[in-house]
């Protein structure tokens, strides 16, 4: 599926140093994107405050949250490297290896659902699926309140936060406090600027790669506030990838819906930051972002894209590197006597 473009990709590129057509561009853009709301932005059945926003990076932060007490929430999506961990795949409880890239945590707020398969609704549900996972932080709902509960800070906390409630401290409080931190981490870019009327805040390639990432098609799948993160689409739609790219164990929202039509589907990947998550896809398979854009092009929309086009395009997206909101390390609550004990023991059914 190719968009329709007011003008020739060749007309739009010569006028874009004039800045004749400097407004048609951004007119046909807003009609596909969103620049950035400039406030926190709200989520469903979870009022975010300042008090649940606080308590939520210090759960974000603390590696008690795992069994073994050294995997936090941050382990996978650290703030300090793009809001991922930058490796193929997680590295989790007993040094187990995850079967996916981790997503950044940067702007997930805006993505329709979360996982690359979709299968948790929103933030408060992806949060409880870490923790539980053996491969990751491998701890259960019990222990980690038990946890919590053992520190009286983390006690005052959750009452804060949830006031009014008899039993706050809680596995969905747990994730409903995360949720609301992660809403903060929203990463105003050039692009963003752009779309609000700063005709100086992306360069002329850059400009020239939105051009082709418009009339290309990229945008068909990468639209909206997230430049994707809406919307499951195959894998290869012209023509699948190698294994060494699309492995062939991993059938993505099949394993969510178990619907045929759902193998090797995935969510399309939210693109603001891309510049700084490599390395990329659901496989973690690519490590530099051309050859990533060339292989997209070629098995999405059929396109063999030329050096030119490729450095175009990346440009474009380096446009969607934002800056992050300053967050302070949190100073966290000692733990007491009746903390539960970290453990390294992997537990096999």
């Given amino acids: 599926m190719k968009l329709k473009s007011s003008l020739t990709h060749a007309a739009m590129i010569a006028v874009l140093a004039t800045g004749a057509q400097a407004n048609d561009l951004r007119n046909e853009a807003l009609d596909i994107f969103e620049p950035l709301p400039s406030t926190v932005p709200a989520v469903n059945d979870n009022p975010i405050t300042v008090e649940k926003i606080e308590l939520g990076k210090a759960l974000f932060f603390d590696p008690r949250m795992s069994a073994s007490g050294v995997f936090s929430c941050n382990s996978c999506h650290n703030l300090a490297t ?4 930058n490796l193929e795949t997680s590295i989790g409880h007993g040094w187990q290896r995850g079967p996916r890239n981790s997503p950044t945590a940067l702007n997930s707020v805006f993505n329709e659902a979360q996982f690359w398969d979709g299968r948790a609704e929103d933030l408060a549900a992806q949060a409880k699926g870490p923790v539980q996972a053996g491969v990751e932080m491998a701890n259960t709902p019990v222990n980690l309140v038990q946890t919590l509960n053992s520190m009286s800070q983390y006690v005052e906390w959750f009452s804060e936060s949830f006031e009014g409630e008899e039993d706050p401290v809680n596995f ?3 994730a409903k406090a995360i949720e609301a931190f992660e809403a903060t981490l929203v990463t105003p870019a050039p692009f963003d600027a ?10 002329q390639e850059q400009l020239a790669g939105l051009s082709q990432f418009m009339d290309m098609g990229c945008a068909a799948c990468h639209s909206g506030v997230n430049v994707g993160g809406s919307g499951y689409y195959p894998f290869g739609l012209i023509e699948k990838p190698g294994a060494d790219v699309l492995p062939v164990g991993d059938k993505g929202r099949f394993a969510v819906t178990e619907t045929v039509d759902d193998e090797y589907v995935f969510r399309a990947a939210p693109l603001r930051n891309v510049a700084l998550t490599a390395p990329y896809f659901h496989s973690g398979k690519v490590w530099d972002l051309k050859v990533a854009v060339q292989i997209m092009a070629e098995s999405q929309l059929g396109e063999e894209l030329g050096d030119n086009e490729a450095n175009q395009i990346v440009a474009f997206l380096e446009s969607l590197t934002g800056t992050l909101p300053e967050v302070t390390y949190p100073v966290l609550p000692a733990e007491t006597a009746t903390t539960p004990r970290p453990s390294g023991e992997i537990i096999t059914e």
């Fill in 82 to 85: 793009g809001g991922d961990d």
């Fill in 172 to 174: 969905d409080n747990f």
């Fill in 194 to 203: 752009w779309l609000n009327g700063d005709d100086n805040a992306m360069t």
